[in-house]
């Protein structure tokens, strides 16, 4: 049996080897990170030239925040998955991830059972092209 291989755009500001364990534990989870992006508007070049399966996104990016980004994206690409990813623990921040259109949340400092966790349950919302094996 193959496994499908997910392709994930990582948007974070973290510094280097954060956002380098981050996509490691994403590729040990399956997923080939097909970019890391440091501002919204590199993430929206990612989106358009790799159109990946999945997107990690920050909240705080140095151009726009990631819910603007989150936004735009699903404007254009409204079958995008989009997991925020927050070190706030706030309501609101939650209600407004959602209310952009963000499929999942996840905060930071994160384990990868957690991250696991959340990777499942918004993958099993893909479409089906997506979860097939190539």
Same mark, same amino acid.
């Given at each position: 049996?193959? #496994?499908?291989l997910?392709?994930t755009?990582?948007?974070?500001?973290? %510094?280097?080897?954060?956002?380098? =364990?981050?996509a490691?534990? @994403?590729?040990?989870?399956g997923?080939?990170?097909?970019?890391i992006?440091?501002? *919204? =508007?590199?993430? +929206?070049?990612?989106? !358009?030239?790799?159109t990946?399966?999945? #997107?990690?996104?920050?909240?705080? @990016? &140095?151009?726009?925040?990631?819910?603007?980004?989150?936004?735009?994206?699903?404007?254009t690409?409204p079958?995008?998955?989009i997991? %925020? %990813?927050?070190?706030?623990?706030?309501?609101?921040?939650?209600?407004?991830? %959602?209310?952009? *259109?963000?499929?999942?949340?996840? +905060?930071k400092?994160?384990?990868i059972?957690? @991250?696991?966790?959340? @990777? !499942?349950?918004?993958?099993?919302?893909? &479409?089906e092209r #997506?979860?097939?094996?190539s």
């Amino acid at each position: 049996m193959r #496994v499908a291989l997910f392709a994930t755009c990582l948007v974070d500001t973290m %510094v280097p080897q954060v956002a380098r =364990a981050t996509a490691t534990l @994403l590729e040990r989870l399956g997923h080939e990170v097909v970019g890391i992006a440091k501002s *919204g =508007a590199q993430a +929206l070049r990612f989106y !358009d030239y790799f159109t990946p399966d999945l #997107v990690t996104m920050d909240v705080r @990016l &140095p151009d726009m925040d990631g819910m603007a980004v989150t936004e735009k994206l699903l404007a254009t690409y409204p079958r995008a998955q989009i997991i %925020v %990813v927050t070190g706030v623990d706030q309501q609101d921040t939650v209600a407004q991830a %959602v209310k952009a *259109g963000a499929k999942a949340y996840i +905060l930071k400092p994160f384990q990868i059972d957690k @991250l696991r966790a959340t @990777l !499942d349950r918004v993958m099993q919302g893909m &479409p089906e092209r #997506v979860k097939q094996a190539s």
